[in-house]
């Protein structure tokens, strides 16, 4: 008979457990695996603010795919007009382009999410029936919008018998109205498909895009309607007749109403995903 004795047994059954949390022990720097998506505080609303996060991030990702499929189709085209001419963009007017849309593609990145989680959840990727319906309608509007400036272009001013494509750049009307056109669609293309609510701020809470969109749009008007002949010239650009100022002036409201309502009908009808039902 062999007596175990208490103490001894207490003794190592504390060593076995101190080996234990040593082995559990988080250790300085194992913390960098799991740290984002640890939080301070220990209720949950830690999870709701990773969601919030993450849709804000999808709606942008998949609302900048849309835009810049737009914009490559408009671009696209609008070369394709100047080229047919024998036309094409100054160094001053692509830069002034770039400059007046890099804006926009900066501050439409920098949108945050709301405080409030939405009850409805995004598309979790662009093949989808509203995305690529929009795509399609906006750009058929697009494509009208600038077919029918252009044939009021040559209207005026006939196209040339003999094209040459090496020859030195020198404005016309065609490649006046063609960069006009050409930067309001693109920027018709972030109003509209800037998403807001209810996943991010609306573009009116998006100070920094509000102001540039705007800014761009007041100098369009600008040059539009030669209100600063000293600009426009500077940037190779012609005044228009008084008739086609109207009529550009009025076919881009309307190609930005029309596309504007057909992506809010849209977006009402599928623009939201679906809860799949669990089995």
């Given at each position: 008979?062999?007596?175990?004795?208490?103490?001894?047994?207490?003794?190592?059954?504390?060593?076995?457990?101190?080996?234990?949390?040593?082995?559990?022990?988080?250790?300085?720097?194992?913390?960098?695996?799991?740290?984002?998506?640890?939080?301070?505080?220990?209720?949950?609303?830690?999870?709701?603010?990773?969601?919030r996060q993450g849709r804000c991030?999808?709606?942008?990702?998949?609302?900048?795919?849309?835009?810049?499929?737009?914009?490559?189709?408009?671009?696209?085209?609008?070369?394709?007009?100047?080229?047919?001419?024998?036309?094409?963009?100054?160094?001053?007017?692509?830069?002034?382009?770039?400059?007046?849309?890099?804006?926009?593609?900066?501050?439409?990145?920098?949108?945050?999410?709301?405080?409030?989680?939405?009850?409805?959840?995004?598309?979790?990727?662009?093949?989808?029936?509203?995305?690529?319906?929009?795509?399609?309608?906006?750009?058929?509007?697009?494509?009208?919008?600038?077919?029918?400036?252009?044939?009021?272009?040559?209207?005026?001013?006939?196209?040339?018998?003999?094209?040459?494509?090496?020859?030195?750049?020198?404005?016309?009307?065609?490649?006046?109205?063609?960069?006009?056109?050409?930067?309001?669609?693109?920027?018709?293309?972030?109003?509209?498909?800037?998403?807001?609510?209810?996943?991010?701020?609306?573009?009116?809470?998006?100070?920094?895009?509000?102001?540039?969109?705007?800014?761009?749009?007041?100098?369009?008007?600008?040059?539009?309607?030669?209100?600063?002949?000293?600009?426009?010239?500077?940037?190779?650009?012609?005044?228009?007749?008084?008739?086609?100022?109207?009529?550009?002036?009025?076919?881009?409201?309307?190609?930005?109403?029309?596309?504007?309502?057909?992506?809010?009908?849209?977006?009402?009808?599928?623009?939201?995903?679906?809860?799949?039902p669990i089995n």
């Amino acid at each position: 008979y062999i007596h175990k004795h208490p103490r001894k047994e207490a003794v190592v059954s504390t060593q076995s457990t101190g080996e234990l949390q040593e082995d559990t022990m988080v250790k300085l720097g194992d913390a960098s695996i799991a740290s984002p998506f640890t939080s301070k505080y220990s209720s949950v609303k830690c999870v709701c603010s990773i969601i919030r996060q993450g849709r804000c991030t999808l709606v942008t990702t998949l609302q900048m795919f849309k835009i810049l499929a737009l914009n490559a189709l408009i671009i696209a085209y609008c070369q394709s007009a100047l080229y047919l001419d024998g036309v094409k963009f100054s160094d001053g007017q692509a830069t002034l382009q770039g400059l007046l849309l890099a804006g926009c593609f900066l501050f439409i990145s920098r949108s945050k999410p709301l405080d409030k989680l939405s009850k409805t959840r995004p598309h979790a990727n662009i093949f989808n029936l509203y995305t690529i319906s929009t795509v399609l309608l906006q750009f058929a509007v697009h494509l009208y919008t600038i077919i029918r400036l252009v044939d009021a272009v040559h209207a005026i001013e006939p196209r040339k018998a003999s094209i040459d494509l090496d020859a030195e750049f020198s404005p016309t009307l065609l490649n006046t109205i063609v960069y006009i056109v050409s930067v309001t669609l693109q920027l018709n293309t972030f109003i509209i498909n800037y998403r807001g609510h209810p996943y991010m701020e609306s573009l009116r809470e998006n100070k920094p895009l509000c102001y540039s969109a705007i800014f761009t749009a007041v100098f369009m008007t600008i040059l539009t309607f030669g209100l600063m002949p000293d600009v426009s010239s500077e940037f190779s650009l012609l005044i228009p007749p008084d008739h086609l100022k109207q009529e550009v002036f009025t076919t881009l409201l309307l190609d930005t109403g029309l596309n504007l309502v057909f992506d809010r009908v849209l977006l009402w009808l599928c623009g939201d995903a679906k809860l799949k039902p669990i089995n």
